[in-house]
């Protein structure tokens, strides 16, 4: 596999190589390395609201496949589970639904809904059993923002991660975010997953990509600010244009935030508008294609006018210049570029922490 090397000085550093977004070999790698340790949105808390609900899915279907499910246990705790049977390895849960436990559809063994074994027919004269290789895995699980993130085997806990946007935006009602379904779509690019990560983590493309987007906002006040495991972009509002106020004591008091865009090591973005929450959650399907999540919730008693956003405008403009950039990556010509010390820290800064992963044992 390829070795990645990018130089902690913005300005002597070469972004990742073509070879890391056509590559099988390191597409496997990063499964193990980056995917397997992530933190990952996996469903809004609404889907376990009450005790006895549970909830399957599918972690990264086609690339993980790891199936797990959501459970909220009788006293009210919630939970995600591996969703394989330690009997025979069958599905448990196959679809949502409300009961006292989970059981088996195969041969009848029982658990409660924190995962443990609870009863199995016909092992009456199994010795040593059951023991805890009997009960269900526990996955690491965070709730923030009416949202459920898991991962499979963290290296840094989910509030490490996001806290610089806590502190940052502690002044939203953001326990006040509702969805908006009919404003939710999937997308889906071909591409390489991080080329989609690229492109959303630099502004630099602005005026020659989004001019419905150019013309909203002061691209000549365009900032970068980077945190150990998220980065903020922030644009600025042309008067005339909705935006944040911020209060006294906020970093950004005095200014015209037309958004704030968080992302989250190494797929989530979080664009936060005077209207609410835009989240956009990036996840491989192979190698060089990509599906964007595309979520909206509204702050409650905001003035919806997503549409002046035309966040959907941007996002087709967006798969156009990364499709192109896809096809431009095969050329035997093209091995890497420069980074824009002023434009592309959070590029920098992106690679950094995927050349860190991957070189770890």
């Known amino acids: 596999m390829i070795k990645l090397q990018i130089h902690p000085d913005i300005r002597q550093a070469a972004t990742l190589p073509a070879a890391f977004y056509r590559d099988t070999a390191v597409f496997e790698a990063v499964k193990e390395k980056i995917w397997s340790t992530c933190w990952h949105y996996a469903a809004d808390a609404s889907v376990i609201a009450a005790p006895g609900q549970y909830f399957p899915l599918t972690l990264l279907k086609g690339v993980l496949d790891e199936p797990l499910v959501l459970t909220q246990n009788i006293d009210g705790r919630t939970y995600?589970?591996?969703?394989?049977?330690?009997?025979?390895?069958?599905?448990?849960?196959?679809?949502?639904?409300?009961?006292?436990?989970?059981?088996?559809?195969?041969?009848?063994?029982?658990?409660?809904?924190?995962?443990?074994?609870?009863?199995?027919?016909?092992?009456?004269?199994?010795?040593?059993?059951?023991?805890?290789?009997?009960?269900?895995?526990?996955?690491?699980l965070a709730e923030w923002l009416g949202l459920l993130f898991v991962s499979l085997q963290p290296e840094v806990s989910f509030s490490k991660m996001v806290r610089p946007i806590q502190e940052r935006l502690s002044w939203l009602p953001l326990d006040t975010l509702e969805l908006a379904s009919q404003h939710s779509q999937d997308y889906e690019v071909e591409a390489n997953w991080a080329l989609y990560c690229d492109n959303y983590l630099e502004g630099f493309h602005i005026p020659f990509v989004h001019p419905a987007l150019n013309k909203a906002i002061e691209f000549g006040e365009y900032e970068y600010e980077l945190f150990p495991y998220c980065n903020l972009q922030k644009a600025i509002a042309k008067a005339d244009e909705p935006h944040f106020s911020p209060p006294e004591g906020s970093p950004d008091y005095g200014r015209r935030i037309y958004a704030y865009y968080f992302w989250v090591f190494p797929n989530l973005m979080f664009n936060f508008y005077p209207w609410g929450l835009s989240l956009n959650v990036v996840e491989p399907l192979s190698f060089n294609r990509t599906k964007v999540r595309f979520r909206t919730y509204y702050f409650a008693d905001s003035v919806r006018d997503r549409e002046r956003n035309q966040l959907d405008l941007t996002e087709l403009e967006d798969e156009a210049v990364v499709q192109s950039v896809q096809g431009g990556i095969q050329s035997r010509f093209y091995d890497s570029g420069r980074y824009s010390p002023t434009m592309e820290q959070c590029v920098h800064h992106f690679h950094r922490l995927i050349a860190k992963a991957l070189e770890q044992d």
């Open 80 to 140: 995600c589970l591996s969703n394989v049977c330690t009997h025979r390895g069958k599905i448990i849960a196959e679809a949502p639904g409300e009961h006292r436990q989970l059981s088996c559809g195969y041969h009848g063994r029982c658990f409660r809904l924190d995962g443990s074994f609870k009863s199995m027919p016909a092992f009456e004269e199994v010795k040593d059993f059951p023991t805890d290789a009997d009960n269900l895995r526990q996955i690491a």
